[in-house]
């Protein structure tokens, strides 16, 4: 069982979703009766205090990735996963749904790119994984992020979509068979009422600064996607 920091946005949109909320300060999120984990911390029961668990250093060539991610890794200065990303990288591998929590700067989209990156398969000239952003920016790093860690995969196609940018050069874009987007929701969802995102071959959707997306508004655009 994991526990996340209360927030009222986030209550709501678990409430709508009756993803069950327990104590007054910590969400246990949970679905269909399974909880998911919430990376990177845990409650100390009975003392309401909240501790980081203490991890064992994890090198990414231990965590059995691909060569091809590994080689990427080593070319952009890393050996060591964060825990953030010891944690959240076998678990999305696996196939479990999860929140992750964790501080800026300790590589949270790496935490969700390498799983991404290792589930889709570059054969499949079809969308396999979304990923949300609450602003254009950040979707425009994120994007950087995954495909530097796919520079030594081939076949494989990531595009950043955002309102701001000619609708028409992404329209082209997509045409072009990419398997992984990374978009703000509003953009997203124009292209999916134009048909130009077809959504049969997702298997894998992450909200990036959800709790940011949720202050944001965007939590009926979520829900739609």
């Known amino acids: ?53 203490k991890m064992e250093t994890v090198r990414f060539e231990e965590m059995g990735l691909s060569e091809e991610i590994q080689k990427a890794v080593r070319y952009m200065g890393f050996e060591e996963a964060s825990p953030i990303q010891a944690k959240a990288i076998p678990a999305m591998i696996s196939g479990i749904d999860l929140i992750g929590q964790a501080q800026t700067g300790t590589g949270k989209p790496a935490a969700f790119g390498i799983p991404l990156l290792e589930k889709v398969d570059p054969k499949l000239k079809k969308l396999q994984a979304i990923v949300l952003c609450p602003t254009r920016e950040l979707a425009i790093q994120v994007a950087d992020e995954i495909r530097n860690l796919s520079r030594y995969m081939h076949g494989i196609k990531v595009l950043p979509i955002y309102g701001g940018q000619d609708i028409v050069k992404q329209i082209r874009s997509l045409k072009g068979g990419v398997q992984i987007i990374v978009g703000t929701p509003g953009r997203v969802m124009d292209h999916m009422r134009r048909k130009t995102i077809r959504t049969d071959a997702i298997h894998t959707v992450v909200l990036d600064e959800a709790d940011e997306m949720l202050n944001m508004g965007f939590r009926e655009d979520i829900e739609t996607i």
Do not use: N, W
């Open 1 to 53: 069982m994991g526990y996340i920091d209360r927030s009222p946005e986030i209550c709501a949109f678990l409430d709508k979703r009756e993803m069950p909320c327990y104590d007054s300060k910590y969400c246990a999120v949970g679905r269909g009766g399974h909880f998911l984990p919430v990376l990177g911390m845990r409650q100390r029961i009975g003392s309401g205090v909240t501790e980081r668990k």
